[in-house]
């Protein structure tokens, strides 16, 4: 599984590394906390929420945060990439022009 497999660009290539590192990190995170989370609700003494549960869910915004670092990367690739077909397709149509 790669994240943004569809994204290509021929100038932001570390900041697209980046965000997919990023989107990986955030996927183990998640499943970390969730497997820590669950784990401690199963295994407290009172068959319910105890302190460590309750700081895995402090977790969670962590998650979150590094999915939308991600995806902001990744949208910046990506309107970089549009932005320079664009261009090259315009200056391609002017040179042809003259």
Do not use: W
Request: a positive charge; aromatic letters at 10%.
């Amino acid at each position: 599984m790669k994240p943004y497999k569809n994204i290509k660009t021929k100038h932001l290539g570390l900041l697209l590394f980046s965000a997919r590192c990023t989107a990986v990190l955030g996927f183990l995170a998640l499943g970390l906390t969730l497997i820590l989370f669950i784990f401690s609700f199963v295994s407290s003494p009172l068959g319910g929420i105890s302190l460590s549960s309750i700081s895995f869910v402090t977790a969670i915004p962590m998650t979150i945060g590094l999915f939308g670092c991600s995806g902001v990367m990744a949208a910046v690739v990506a309107l970089e990439e549009g932005y320079r077909q664009r261009t090259e397709l315009l200056l391609d149509a002017k040179s042809s022009s003259n």
